[in-house]
């Protein structure tokens, strides 16, 4: 009796542990969802660029695209001759 | 008659000037807050390694972050927005995730240089780094929690006063000057050598960080000026980078007095060099240890908050110092983990601390030029700025001044890379 007792025990403590995993897991889950969306919302409130792209504009961002590539390989090649 | 004329002259001056000091604050804060514990270090080592040569040259480091700064100030009264919002919205979300997360990056590694600035500063006095650590997030959380702008800026605009400790410690020392007087005449006297380029980069380095663009114009916002309160936004500007160049002109010629010696000294910090100088003179080392203190405190202030704007103003959360830490949470709990995450890298044993140092100046450099060609691009926008958008003059100095930066940044951050490039 006492035994089965114990069983018991162990089993409501065994769910209580695994109900309490899940409500983490599922808060997590709704907080990453949650970040998701608002990250989704501003994308879509921001999503028409308010600047005109004139030719002046275009080129600027190119110049900068061009710019973060070079210095991204310039890091990369830096880390492999010190890993190498 | 005509006294009751100069007696109106005097009221309307008075009236004038009471303006002014209501709406000065942004521009000295952020100035000041350049000489931060990197300025300073950098600052410290141009003085020991070269003596009183290169005085010049930080003097025309003032116009140069005015011409820059200056522009957030329109930008910021124009479209009452922060820059973070304003890239978002000028250039859309690509632009303005990546200049939001590395800000993010750069804001938190600079805040770690920060700390160790000032921890290294106390050891001096024998005060432990946990001690500094928790003392300065406490000081921080004071001075921003009370809940109102106005409150905040002149607490902090007293931290500034004390950024001109410099300048008594400079004077006691009886300082050549006719070696000072000829170190305010542009030339380069050892050459232009490599060791010269690497340190006029460095300086040009600490005159402009990302931050600085964020931070002013999230705070001319968060103070509320508007298009009419933009003259004294300049003129809160211009006295800053005059602030800012006396206080690095006092600082290289406290270092190039004490320490430099035919050849140049080479020192390793700030803190080294106030160490070294305490043998010798306890109340100017103990100077440039409280100097120290004073521009990590400075820097930590203005580069968490810089961040939290700029979080606050994309993703729409309550983001002013005029809100209760109940009214704006999100606002609060940013600037606190930022704080309290930058305070533990410094306290753990085996942080890769050189490292962070150096890997701020090239990662500032993926997010400086960004955030100066937008800077540019907005000023130069008339549907956005209207009557206040960029003249032909305003232009001319503006992209040869983001230029030059842009460049020599870019070769100062692959010296930092590539140590053997400028050797």
Known sequence: MSENKMCEDKGVINMTDSVADISQKGRIIHLVKEWKRKVEKINQKYSKPRLKMTPLVKISLLALRIYLIMLVIILVYKFYTLVR | MESASYYYKYRRFIKWLRLYLALAGPGIIVMVADNDAGGITTYAATGAKFGFHFLWFILLLGPVAYVVQEMTVRLGAVTKRGHAEAIFDAFGPFWGWFSLIDLGIVDFLTLVTEFIGMTAALKIFGVPPVVTVIGVAILMSAIVMQGRYWTWEKIVLVFCALNLIYIPAALIIHPDVSAITKGLIPGFPTGLTNDVFFFLMANIGTTIAPWMLFFQQSSVVDKGMTEKDILFGKLDTASGALFTVIVAAFCIILTATLLYKPGGADIESAAAAASAIMVHNPFVGS?????????????????????????????????????????????????????????????????????????????????????????????????????????????????????????????????????????
């Open chain 2, 287 to 423: 100077a440039l240890a409280i100097g120290l203190f004073d521009a990590g405190l400075l820097g930590a202030i203005c580069i968490s908050l810089a961040s939290s704007w700029a979080m606050g103003e994309v993703f729409g959360w309550a983001h002013s110092i005029n809100n209760k830490p109940s009214e704006a949470p999100m606002f609060y709990v940013f600037y606190f983990l930022s704080l309290i995450g930058a305070g533990i890298i410094v306290l753990l044993p085996g942080s890769p601390l050189v490292l962070i140092t150096l890997f701020v100046q090239v990662i500032a450099v993926t997010l400086l030029p960004a955030a100066l060609v937008f800077l540019i691009l907005l000023l130069n926008n008339e549907e956005l700025m209207g009557k206040y958008k960029n003249t032909l003059v305003q232009n001319i100095f503006g992209f040869s001044i983001v230029l030059m930066i842009i460049i020599l940044s870019t070769l100062y951050a692959l010296s930092v890379v590539f140590p053997e490039l400028f050797k």
